[in-house]
């Protein structure tokens, strides 16, 4: 084995997290991690159809990181990948939750911290034998799921190489702020943030003298400190900046994720200001007393308010991060987030639709209640409403939190903080405003897909009905002016927002030419889904095979997702082959 390629796959949705170009840090640990085993090794970080496959397709092993927002787009990866016969490793925070999930498309699923498990897996692969001696990996043993015990020892983070940017293949896909971690794990235990259960509790960190070398490297960069929690021990993080200070690493600037405490450490921010902090991300939450204990954020509005009043007196812009839609929450808390955001003086806001990801105590609570609305992951990007919240409607919660955006990201408050924290946060609240206002747009149908929901979850009216049928009309005549009865037949069915389509008997080149149709049809547009299920399916020759194909390329393209239900793995794969690139997920039935 020579040629490794790591992916991590870019959302594909229309909003701020979509336009991200900094890349997580695993991939870069991990690709340095096997470079100095010897490998070659290629870095990408893009949606699907943008990604070189051609040159991924050379590669010996693929594997590609997952979050749960983005886990459909690699999904669809994988199953591209796997089609060409090339082994495929899935991790990252989604899969370490849902493993199970992840071996529908994937040969190999890594579990938690992938830094000790990386070496090990690639050169079982290599042997070809089982990795029965890999911890914290799991996959398919015949028609068996093992699951190996995740390592007993946390890793020692001074052991880790320097993360290697250089391995991305197109650097111009990927931001000129670098990430940078100096720690892992947070001591506080949120409810709804899956961090603990990925990093574990115990605050674990880099020493000192390790970071300020890796920070030498960076001299006139732009870093992001991308601990979770940069400030969780005050005597540490102090003594890294006062080392910055002393060797004098003039960085063009630096930013990190805090929380509210960090403003109370008059010498901490001294020191932050003096060695180059530029902004603070800090983890608001919510302004409601009754939210912010049922989160276990241990803090009150008014810590938030001399936190904000801290970091501008040195000099320092705040991000705010706030969610709605936890239990205690009404939609007046919303209205007098905006209020309490834009009377601080908060330079930038990030207001989310509060976010039960799996691997999370909210996650467990909403399942058990019955309160999940969907199991489309790609929704679960803190930018749709997926749960019945308590005291108001989902289409409320979705409604309210855009309606946030709107009048914090306005022009009429786009100069509030000029006087106090620069033409900075000018130029960031109107590049809020156009996100703010493209995501509006895009997001219309989203409202179509809440309106199935009503009462607790239960669907009591098909709002697209009419898409349905004008689909169904469609399918029916297309098929009767093409083939004889009985010779080839498309059932449609319809629940919670997804299409199905199940194809029966022999399709030919007649036949396909009005299927080709549906591929092109609006009313595809007002589902969150689309499964194609072909196991009654057969081919009238292998001449249909290939333009079938490119259907279900259009199709993918169309639809927001989509998923084909081949009789067997092989079929599947005939499928794959006259693609360009990956446009669908392949399940077996």
């Not at 976010?355 to 609305?373: A, I, N, V």
Request: glycine share 6%; with cysteine; charged share 25%.
């Amino acid at each position: 084995m020579k040629k490794i390629v790591l992916i991590e796959p870019v959302e594909r949705g229309d909003h701020v997290f979509s336009w991200v170009r900094m890349p997580r840090l695993g991939l870069p640990l991990l690709g340095a991690r096997l470079k100095e085993a010897g490998y070659q090794v290629e870095l990408y970080k893009d949606r699907a159809a943008a990604l070189p496959w051609p040159r991924i397709l050379a590669a010996d092993l693929v594997g590609i990181s997952t979050t749960t927002s983005t886990c459909h787009e690699a999904y669809r990866m994988a199953s591209y990948l796997r089609s060409r016969y090339l082994p495929v490793i899935l991790g990252g925070i989604h899969v370490t939750f849902l493993p199970e999930e992840g071996l529908q498309y994937a040969d190999y699923v890594v579990r938690g911290e992938a830094d000790s498990i990386i070496l090990p897996l690639v050169r079982a692969i290599e042997e070809g034998i089982p990795p029965a001696h890999v911890p914290g990996v799991s996959y398919r043993q015949g028609s068996k799921i093992v699951h190996n015990p995740c390592p007993t020892e946390a890793e020692d983070l001074d052991l880790s190489p320097c993360p290697d940017f250089s391995l991305f293949y197109d650097p111009k896909k990927i931001s000129g702020v670098i990430p940078v971690v100096t720690s892992r794990g947070c001591p506080y235990n949120c409810t709804f943030c899956s961090v603990t259960a990925m990093f574990g509790r115990r605050y674990r960190f880099r020493s000192t003298e390790n970071v300020l070398r890796e920070l030498e490297r960076y001299r006139n960069r732009f870093i992001f400190f991308c601990d979770d929690n940069f400030t969780a021990n005050y005597r540490r993080t102090i003594e890294l900046l006062q080392g910055m200070l002393e060797r004098k690493i003039d960085l063009k600037g630096w930013s990190c994720q805090v929380r509210v405490e960090a403003a109370r450490q008059e010498e901490l921010l001294d020191l932050m200001r003096r060695s180059g902090a530029k902004i603070a991300y800090v983890g608001f939450e919510s302004i409601n007393p009754a939210t912010l204990e049922a989160l276990n954020k241990q803090q009150s509005p008014e810590d938030i308010r001399l936190c904000i009043k801290q970091f501008h007196e040195y000099g320092i812009r705040v991000h705010g991060m706030f969610v709605f839609g936890e239990d205690s929450d009404t939609v007046q808390t919303i209205r007098d987030t905006v209020d309490f955001a834009l009377e601080t003086g908060i330079d930038t806001v990030q207001f989310l639709t509060l976010t039960p990801l799996p691997g999370t105590p909210f996650f467990e609570k909403l399942e058990e209640e019955g309160r999940l609305l969907t199991r489309e992951w790609n929704l679960y990007d803190g930018h749709h409403a997926v749960f019945e919240p308590a005291r108001m409607s989902p289409e409320q919660l979705q409604q309210e939190t855009e309606n946030a955006f709107k009048r914090f990201y306005s022009f009429r408050h786009a100069w509030q903080n000029v006087a106090v924290t620069g033409w900075g946060s000018s130029l960031y609240r109107l590049m809020g405003w156009w996100l703010v206002r493209r995501f509006e747009q895009k997001n219309r149908w989203y409202y179509r897909f809440l309106e199935h929901f009503r009462g607790g979850g239960s669907l009591v009216k098909t709002v697209l009905s009419r898409n349905f049928e004008s689909l169904r009309r469609l399918l029916e005549e297309g098929t009767k002016k093409a083939l004889r009865p009985g010779l080839f037949k498309v059932y449609l069915t319809e629940r919670d927002g997804a299409l199905y389509l199940r194809l029966r008997g022999v399709l030919n080149l007649e036949a396909l030419q009005e299927l080709k149709k549906l591929a092109g049809h609006r009313a595809l547009q007002g589902y969150g889904k689309v499964v194609l299920n072909l196991e009654n399916l057969q081919f009238s020759s292998e001449k249909v095979i290939r333009p079938f194909s490119h259907f279900l390329e259009q199709l993918g393209q169309r639809a927001r997702r989509l998923q084909v239900v081949c009789p067997s793995e092989e079929k599947g794969k005939s499928l794959f082959r006259h693609l360009k690139n990956p446009c669908f997920e392949l399940l077996s039935p």
